[in-house]
């Protein structure tokens, strides 16, 4: 497979792009992306048979039900995030090695309804705390580790609805590449 296809399959909505100026339009569609995905990404692979949850989505990839496993793992670690942004002066975040978590054998095995179900759980709690932000308290920040690189609270819910839609396109183009679904 070309690197320009491969590519393709690993970013099928491009990278994340922070906006140069983060406005409120930004800030209300992210979180409306983030309350909307739960339900979008049940309703796609509420049908999918244990062979086609074990299909990666790229060559290399993960498995269909090792992305719903991650993502609400990564998006529970992002609201913890969050808080610690809130409660703490530009706090030190903890990474974690997400493929490791993926090579688990829980996000190998597991039904994929739990994760549904935690990421319903995670994404209401998160869109409720976001909801309630100010504006102020959008450029709050955090550092990560890796990197030392500072991001605000507000490019945070950009980086996260793009990251729930990334996936949400890896599963749903695998799909329609497979003839799967209506």
């Known amino acids: 497979m070309d690197d320009n ?7 099928p909505i491009g990278k994340f792009q ?3 100026t983060i406005t409120d339009a930004h800030i209300s569609e992210w ?3 983030l309350e909307a995905l739960p339900s979008e990404l049940q309703a796609l692979v509420k049908d ?3 062979v086609q949850l074990e299909t990666p989505y790229r060559p290399g990839g993960w498995t269909v039900r090792q992305l719903v496993h991650h993502i609400p793992d990564s998006h529970h670690n992002s609201y913890i995030r969050f808080k610690w942004a809130m409660t703490e002066e530009t706090p030190l975040i903890k990474a974690y090695d997400e493929n490791a978590w993926s090579n688990l054998f829980d996000a190998k095995t597991a039904p994929i309804q739990m994760s549904l179900d ?3 759980a995670v994404h209401a709690k998160l ?4 909801k309630g932000l ?3 308290d959008l450029k709050r920040s955090f550092m990560h580790p890796e990197g030392e690189v500072i991001t605000s609270l507000e490019e945070n819910i950009g980086r996260y609805a793009w990251h729930g839609s990334h996936h949400y396109a890896h599963i749903e183009n695998l799909l329609k590449r497979e003839g799967w679904g209506s």
């Open 5 to 11: 296809k491969l590519e393709q399959l690993r970013y």
């Open 118 to 120: 935690h990421l319903s």
């Open 31 to 33: 979180i409306a992306v």
């Open 48 to 50: 999918l048979t244990d």
């Open 127 to 130: 869109v409720y705390f976001l």
């Open 134 to 136: 100010s504006r102020k």
């Open 18 to 20: 922070v906006p140069v």
